[in-house]
């Protein structure tokens, strides 16, 4: 069995910045890309940022030079820094995760519960 977990989400002003953190727990041998995506009421949900094993990142354009994702593999951690944040970042946030559960397992896409992030203007 493995979980995501994410934390962090609330309500802030325009401007202001949030912390996400997303810890993959339970039978786990290997974590491959994480990554984090959002859904708007009435909207798809999209890729906002993605850090592979190795430390590679990939954002999304409208949130490049505001978010910045990093992860802790010792703790199977995922962690989005958001900064100067905008009404139109209001979205549930999903923690996404590719992960083997042993040695020879295919990658697994596991999904978080989602944190709800609120930005007033």
């Known amino acids: 069995q493995v979980q995501l977990v994410e934390s962090g989400g609330g309500l802030v002003q325009a401007g202001g910045s949030l912390r996400l953190s997303c810890a993959a727990s339970?039978?786990?041998?290997?974590?491959?890309?994480m990554g984090w995506y959002r859904q708007a009421p009435g909207k798809q949900r999209d890729l906002v940022a993605s850090?592979?094993?190795?430390?590679?990142?990939n954002y999304a354009d409208s949130v490049k030079g505001r978010f910045t994702i990093s992860r802790d593999n010792a703790k199977n951690t995922v962690y989005l820094q958001m900064n100067s944040l905008k009404a139109e970042d209001t979205a549930v946030y999903y923690c996404?995760?590719?992960?083997?559960?042993?040695?020879?397992?295919?990658?697994?896409?596991?999904w978080g519960q989602g944190t709800q992030v609120t930005v007033s203007s």
């Open positions: 996404n995760a590719l992960i083997m559960r042993y040695r020879g397992d295919y990658n697994g896409n596991y």
């Open positions: 850090i592979t094993s190795g430390g590679s990142t």
């Open positions: 339970g039978s786990i041998f290997s974590i491959n890309a």
